[in-house]
């Protein structure tokens, strides 16, 4: 994914229109999109947000994180490395995955002002 689609990304999501975001996301990679609510998952703690491969589901524990592209981001990355119901990736990588987007979003920002 080049750095302007992600930094596309990054724009939608700040903007609110995360669920935009996330398919385009899914698109890139040939996955559906997983669901986005708002909520705590039981026996999660005090995470900021979750993703749930049972129901294919994002749970955010504070609505204002729909807006939070490293979390939302992060979130997506566990969604995208499920396969046949078992995780494939660690929390490392998904924070790598988020800070890309980011890091394109303040790149084209500097280079487009």
Do not use: Q, W
């Not at 490392?92 to 979003?105: D, L, M, P, T, V």
């Amino acid at each position: 994914m080049d750095d302007c689609l992600k930094a596309k990304v990054v724009r939608l999501i700040l903007e609110g229109s995360t669920e935009e975001a996330v398919k385009l996301v899914c698109g890139f990679y040939g996955k559906y999109p997983p669901r986005i609510k708002v909520g705590r998952v039981k026996g999660m703690g005090s995470a900021l947000a979750v993703y749930r491969a049972r129901d294919e589901t994002i749970y955010l524990s504070n609505g204002s994180y729909l807006r939070n592209p490293f979390i939302i981001l992060h979130e997506l990355y566990h969604h995208l490395r499920m396969f046949s119901g078992r995780h494939r990736g660690t929390e490392k990588h998904a924070n790598s995955f988020a800070k890309s987007f980011i890091e394109a979003f303040r790149r084209c920002r500097r280079d487009n002002p």
